[in-house]
């Protein structure tokens, strides 16, 4: 029993450490350069830009659902027997652990035109991306923590185990339009190259223990499992060397390849009155190479160990008895390898918002109105649904928007999400000459005890930014 407590406990604080890809802040944040990554028919308010190599955009992202460190590990004088025993069983079957992080290799952008008005632009680059999902396995871990004694007649779900990871690269290009005065247009495309997948999500069976016939217990198995792997196989088994630079050539385009769409769009119904919507990751990878895949079905009867020995006349001894008991444990599990290829889709996510713009800047030196200045408040609100493979995560986000003096401002958010009703964001970007800095945070209530933390998200970086509208 305590062997198999630990092994659940490891489970539970890996994953309990490590929110979905929801990028509130940068959503419609237009002082950063970045915001038309999340939304290629954003307004552009530059002529064009740069970023760091490496430095211009860093992203990470991380939460659970159900479950934090603080629920296992607290000072509170309770037992931690007891702890454990709460979160295994609080937890259900669509709580999820997640994990994302977001780097940029390089980015730039620049308009297209001879018109004053930034009437197209284009952008490009590359970044690379960890994505990974956990759902909790809550028939698994039951079964882990009790064992099936005390579930006698209990159906155990096979498909309660669910997950999905990959890191890849992307290349992307992306090409905004101002259609009128009232809408832009954007698209953007993207070249997926896949370094490392898993994918376990089609899963399905069930297992039950009952009263024997031939003894006391049977155990039906009705399986139906299927884990998927590309770039895993022979990784970690040579020299580090050899490893390094296969993971460089599958980030450059020698991986595993797919194709991907972004589509967005904004609309000023009036002055003051924005729409803004983004469709992300419309799009697939094949995996083709270095593939590794196992899979255990099949229906089987296994009523356990016979206690009454076969006698001598029969012609078996104990040893061909025990022996053929554990080719019955083989036959149950036997999972077979194969290298059939396969696609997984990537998770499309949508973005929304509404805004409304107020508070004219007023001129210092004349006392009166710039209007060609616009607007220096924002409010608005802001929806994010990501598909996933059980259920899709909804978030959304109210926000107020403010450009303190010319070079800086801030947004702050408000989110009810998957995590928490709890969630306060603080964004910040700042110009000092050319030089954009940003810096992007939220769950900010918990940063006093992280432990608590259900989620938290953290993203910066450093442009070089020329013609910006003020």
Same mark, same amino acid.
């Given at each position: ?56 955009? *860093? ?36 709580? @999820? ?118 003894? *006391? ?242 993203? @910066? ?10």
């Amino acid at each position: 029993m305590k062997c198999k407590r630990l092994t659940f406990l490891l489970i539970i604080t890996a994953f309990c450490v490590i929110n979905a890809q929801n990028k509130q802040l940068l959503f419609g944040f237009k002082d950063i350069p970045q915001s038309v990554l999340i939304n290629p028919g954003t307004t552009i308010e530059n002529n064009w830009f740069v970023g760091f190599p490496l430095l211009s955009n *860093f992203h990470l992202s991380a939460g659970s659902s159900g479950a934090t460190v603080y629920d296992l590990f607290a000072d509170d004088g309770r037992d931690f027997n007891m702890k454990l025993q709460n979160v295994i069983f609080n937890l259900e079957a669509n709580d @999820f652990f997640t994990v994302n992080q977001q780097q940029d290799v390089f980015l730039a952008g620049f308009d297209v035109g001879n018109g004053v008005e930034k009437e197209n632009y284009l952008s490009f680059g590359m970044y690379i991306e960890t994505d990974a999902i956990l759902y909790y396995p809550e028939d698994y871990a039951v079964l882990a923590y009790e064992g099936n004694a005390n579930n006698f007649g209990r159906v155990f779900d096979v498909s309660d185990f669910n997950v999905s990871g990959e890191v890849l690269s992307v290349f992307h290009l992306g090409f905004t339009k101002k259609m009128n005065d009232g809408l832009t247009l954007g698209a953007r495309g993207k070249i997926y190259s896949s370094v490392f997948n898993v994918n376990s999500t089609k899963n399905k069976g069930s297992f039950i223990t009952q009263q024997g016939q031939n003894n *006391f217990l049977t155990h039906n198995f009705d399986l139906d499992v299927l884990l998927q792997t590309s770039g895993v196989v022979g990784f970690g088994q040579g020299e580090v060397s050899d490893d390094i630079r296969g993971i460089r050539k599958r980030i450059l385009l020698g991986g595993n390849l797919g194709l991907g769409l972004d589509l967005g769009l904004t609309y000023q119904a009036t002055e003051q009155f924005t729409f803004e919507a983004s469709l992300l990751d419309f799009g697939f990878i094949r995996h083709t190479k270095d593939i590794e895949n196992y899979t255990l079905e099949g229906n089987y009867t296994f009523e356990g160990i016979n206690p009454i020995f076969p006698e001598v006349g029969t012609g078996q001894s104990a040893e061909d008895y025990w022996n053929s008991i554990a080719d019955n444990f083989e036959d149950v599990f036997q999972i077979e390898k194969t290298t059939e290829k396969y696609t997984t889709w990537r998770p499309l996510k949508l973005n929304t918002a509404l805004r409304y713009a107020f508070g004219e800047k007023v001129n210092k030196d004349c006392d009166c109105l710039d209007k060609e200045s616009g607007y220096i408040n924002e409010i608005g609100t802001q929806l994010y649904a990501i598909n996933r493979s059980r259920q899709p995560q909804l978030a959304l986000t109210l926000y107020y928007y403010r450009r303190l003096f010319e070079g800086f401002s801030l947004k702050a958010t408000y989110t009810a999400d998957s995590f928490s009703y709890s969630n306060v964001g603080l964004g910040i970007s700042s110009y000092i000459g050319p030089v954009n800095i940003y810096f992007l945070a939220d769950n900010l209530l918990e940063y006093q005890n992280l432990a608590k933390a259900q989620s938290a998200s953290l993203q @910066f970086g450093l442009n070089l930014v020329f013609g910006r509208g003020q």
